[in-house]
């Protein structure tokens, strides 16, 4: 009987080791079909998840308090499982270099808990060559195990897109690949178990792991051309909205626009495929020039809030600025590698300490990230400038007169408006003598 039937019938379970924005919405998914364990170091979060809490907001309460998943922080649970999904993150350090440490640990957790006939599976971006080169030895060294021969590994690059309630792990295709042909039919077919939208069998684990980092480097590097149009547009007086708005009326525009670009994907994934292109003697042009026009979005922004204040006749430095929004996408907890810190970092360098917003995001992380106090929508009032940074809901349903409210009492054209995701009505706000400005 092969694993994926024993898994089917309950005589095997899957573990997810990391459950955060991708590991806990895969655990719960699979745990509707088959026994899943559900593992993390972060004891706190293993607390919040047993009694029902979502904090990732991701599937929602409701789904966490139904879940069969068995949440642990104890390694040992791992022995219980033969199928193992890494889902830990893989950020970058300092000086931009990939950080493997997340999932170098897992690894090693996953070595010392392996048995033999386990299937192990990594969905954590790293560029291609690290499941093989790095990973396999970990697990080997650890388990005292021989891969190919005790145990199987593979690759499945993480496709949630954290906050968007419409592509969710059910309905993208999922990219999977194995060592050999025997653990890549494996592994697709535990997938097909929860991914309707259907899996495409990658040739090999180095094809699918560079796919990975291509398809957001990609994505970056279209972001990062429309943010070179809006600082340009900028410098010529021409609104950049309009100008996409005219273009998208194309059959083949491609409708990305200008922002922030933070998170731990496409504000990441590039620097992987750079890093392992240089260690080849390759230095890359487009890729490389994109991470950095995007990576100074947050002091153009910063400086446009700036020149508006001057414009509107305030003094900078007594200036009241406050920014909705501190995570690093609209209607998303996430706050890890929000540019929106960049505007506050700049700001701070003109004197000016700005009052945050944000109902979205979780004071504890902002202020550990950070070190900013998020402060309730009902404390803000005598604003001179409200910049909208992050598109939640809450932010976009806010009318002018909810806008007004956080102003102090002054003439519409001393009262500033910097709209970075151009969610607010131009023609409204400019007809009412506001002063406004968007990227």
């Known amino acids: 009987m092969s694993l994926y039937e024993k898994i089917i019938n309950k ?58 998943v068995e949440f642990t922080s104890d390694e040992k649970r791992l022995q219980e499982a033969k199928f193992h999904i890494v889902a830990v993150p893989t950020p970058v350090k300092a000086d931009k270099t990939p950080d493997l440490s997340p999932v170098e640990g897992a690894s090693i957790i996953i070595g010392r808990n392996l048995t033999k006939g386990s299937i192990v599976v990594y969905e954590s971006t790293v560029y291609p060559g690290v499941t093989e080169d790095i990973c396999i030895p970990i697990l080997e060294k650890g388990s005292g195990l021989k891969c190919g021969v005790d145990f199987k590994v593979g690759y499945s690059p993480e496709r949630i897109n954290p906050g968007d309630n419409v592509h969710r792990l059910e309905n993208i295709t999922k990219i999977v690949s194995g060592m050999d042909k025997e653990s890549l039919e494996e592994i697709a077919k535990v997938y097909e178990l929860v991914v309707e939208a259907g899996v495409h069998r990658a040739s090999s684990i180095k094809v699918a792991e560079a796919a990975k980092v291509v398809e957001n480097s990609q994505r970056d590097i279209n972001i990062a051309f429309m943010n070179e149009l809006a600082m340009v547009f900028d410098k010529m007086n021409i609104d950049t909205q309009e100008v996409i708005e005219a273009m998208n009326t194309k059959w083949n525009a491609l409708k990305f626009y200008p922002g922030l670009v933070g998170g731990h994907c ?18 890359s042009q487009i890729i490389l020039s994109g991470r950095k026009i995007n990576d100074g979005m947050g002091e153009f922004v910063a400086d446009a809030i700036i020149k508006q204040l001057i414009l509107a006749n305030k003094i900078v430095k007594q200036a009241k600025v406050v920014i909705l929004g501190i995570t690093f996408k609209e209607n998303c907890p996430d706050t890890r590698n929000s540019k929106v810190y960049d ?33 309730p929508f009902d404390m803000i009032n005598d604003a001179d400038c409200i910049v909208f940074a992050v598109a939640h809901n809450e932010f976009k349903d806010m009318t002018i007169e909810s806008i007004d409210g956080l102003f102090g009492e002054f003439p519409n054209e001393e009262k500033v408006i910097v709209d970075v995701k151009g969610i607010l009505d131009k023609n409204e706000l400019e007809k009412q003598e506001y002063s406004y400005w968007r990227l």
Request: proline letters at 6%.
């Open 11 to 68: 005589e095997e379970k899957i573990s997810l080791i990391g459950l955060g924005y991708v590991g806990m919405p895969i655990a719960v998914a699979f745990a509707k079909k088959v026994d899943v364990i559900g593992f993390d170091l972060n004891s706190d979060k293993i607390a919040q998840y047993k009694n029902g809490i979502d904090p990732t907001n991701e599937v929602g309460d409701k789904a966490i308090k139904q879940t069969t």
């Open 266 to 283: 496409i504000g990441v994934d590039p620097y992987y495929f750079i890093y392992e292109a240089e260690k080849l003697g390759y230095h």
């Open 343 to 375: 505007i506050i970092k700049y700001l701070n360098e003109y004197g000016i300490k700005p009052i945050i917003v944000d109902p979205q995001a979780d004071p504890t992380d902002a202020k550990r990230e950070y070190g900013v106090d998020l402060v």
